[in-house]
Nanobody
Framework: QVLLVESGGGLVQAGASLRLSCAAS????????MAWFRQAPGKEREFVTA????????YYADSVKGRFTISRENAKNTVYLQMNSLKPEDTAVYYC??????????????????WGQGTQVTVSS
């Protein structure tokens, strides 16, 4: 069982930066691949980025590559999403997710078995 709580969202102007955090509880965090997804109003939840349990490899959606960075500190049971050069189209609710079963990084939401409640990110133009 993994409980996830996101924080760090807010309202910023285009070009600004934000860092999201996802604090996890549960013994399986350090062996779980972690991901961030986002969902804008009227749209489906979409993959943003994921990181392997060891932190050794990360994968990014093309829309955020070069602007966003995912990282994790297993000793703190926390995963981060550093978002730079934010654009209005990044506006969404951002969700942290854990996959405690897979050895490879997955990009589909249904593969993740634990989810946080989400944190709102709004980027104004």
């Amino acid at each position: 069982q993994v409980l996830l709580v996101e924080s760090g969202g807010g309202l910023v102007q285009a070009g600004a930066s934000l860092r999201l955090s996802c604090a996890a509880s549960g013994r399986t965090f350090s062996t779980s691949n972690m991901a961030w997804f986002r969902q804008a109003p009227g749209k489906e939840r979409e993959f943003v980025t994921a990181i392997k349990w060891s932190g050794s490899f990360a994968y990014y959606a093309d829309s955020v590559k070069g602007r966003f960075t995912i990282s994790r500190e297993n000793a703190k049971n926390t995963v981060y999403l550093q978002m730079n050069s934010l654009k209005p189209e990044d506006t969404a609710v951002y969700y942290c997710a854990a996959d405690s079963n897979s050895r490879v990084l997955l990009t589909t939401a249904r593969e993740y078995d634990y989810w946080g409640q989400g944190t709102q990110v709004t980027v104004s133009s």
